[in-house]
């Protein structure tokens, strides 16, 4: 058969109103399932699921996290209550599967969701990835950071820890700190939100700080309230390329007890909506929620937080995409 020129198609979700939201195969927002390389010239911003937890160092089961909230983000719609965004008219959305990924292999894991993220970034397709554990930010950073970018990252950790067990670099505990050596973060331009719970040692709470990262403590968090807590975060990150990584254990666990690593005291679901909510505007150049695992919470609830976090942040990077993208 002869190549054809391939017109430009968009992606919309499956109405409720044509096919009951139970009904069907659960992709993310009910969007089509599309192949990259069959739709690559289409795609302005790509979901896809890491089913890997191979860098959590208690309780696994983010593995299992994709796919729980591709079942749960059925819940969708397609208008946000509140700025009234339509992510789904404001650019093209595709749910491109997972990435590839090794369940027995650290380090080819890293590799295989490094050189998928890549792609899609040579693209100039927006990414917004659901975990997996918070380890899965490394390679995504591996593929689209640098020293211009900075992060708002949403933790009950500040996952900037050294090592594990003497030696082992690579863990959910040690994404962000990996990120600062490797150049893919500017760490003045990073704000964590959230952070509670205690710590091995004092060093690793001092290690961040002394590379300027702004650290925003729970506490912090209740005293600024979410206005103060934007305030201060779009001090941080300013003008420039900014990532959002959010861990749901940075809710308090009544919210999201399906994750691995659970601290109480957290934010409110209510709080952090604000908080995405907030950033709005900024120069976005991709997204993640990670850390949910189904296994502890089997009602989806904590699946249905991290897809409504997934909805706010694509409203976000669906609108920035008309400003900032290369693609018409
Ligand atoms: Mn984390
Ligand atoms: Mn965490």
């Excluded at 302005?44 to 729980?68: K, S």
């Excluded at 009234?84 to 595709?94: I, K």
């Excluded at 999201?256 to 934010?267: C, V």
Aim: glycine fraction near 10%; aromatic fraction near 6%; proline fraction near 6%.
């Amino acid at each position: 058969m002869a190549a054809m020129e391939r017109p430009s198609r968009r992606f919309r979700p499956v109405s409720g109103n044509v096919l009951p939201r139970f009904a069907g195969i659960p992709t993310f927002m009910r969007l089509p399932h599309v192949n990259l390389e069959d739709a690559a010239d289409d795609i302005d911003i790509a979901l896809f699921g890491i089913p890997w937890d191979g860098g959590t160092t208690n309780r696994p089961g983010a593995r299992h996290g994709p796919r729980q909230m591709r079942d749960l983000s059925t819940l969708m719609r397609n208008v946000h209550h509140v700025s009234g965004l339509q992510p789904f008219e404001l650019a093209n959305c595709a749910d491109i599967g997972d990435t590839p990924v090794n369940p027995i292999d650290l380090e080819d894991t890293l590799a295989r969701v490094e050189r998928f993220v890549g792609e899609i970034h040579a693209k100039n397709i927006t990414t917004l990835a659901a975990g997996g554990d918070h380890l899965v930010s490394l390679p995504i950073l591996r593929a689209i950071g640098g020293d211009d970018v900075g992060m708002v990252h949403f933790d009950a950790h500040t996952d900037t820890w050294d090592r594990y067990f003497g030696e082992s670099r690579y863990t959910h505990g040690t994404p962000f700190r990996r990120a600062i050596e490797e150049k893919l973060l500017d760490p003045k331009r990073i704000v964590q939100i959230g952070i509670r719970g205690g710590l091995y040692t004092p060093e690793d709470k001092e290690w961040g700080l002394a590379q300027g990262i702004r650290v925003i403590e729970i506490e912090e968090v209740f005293d600024l309230g979410v206005e103060g807590v934007v305030r201060e975060a779009r001090r941080v990150v300013g003008n420039g390329r900014v990532y959002v990584s959010f861990d749901v254990d940075a809710l308090d666990p009544v919210y999201a007890p399906g994750t691995g690593t659970p601290e109480i005291g957290g934010m409110t679901t209510v709080q952090a909506q604000g908080m995405i909510r907030g950033l709005r505007g900024l120069d976005l150049v991709g997204a993640d929620v990670v850390e949910v695992a189904p296994p502890f919470d089997p009602s989806g609830n904590t699946a249905l937080v991290a897809v409504t976090m997934m909805f706010e942040l694509l409203c976000l990077l669906a609108e920035c995409h008309g400003r900032f993208s290369k693609k018409s």
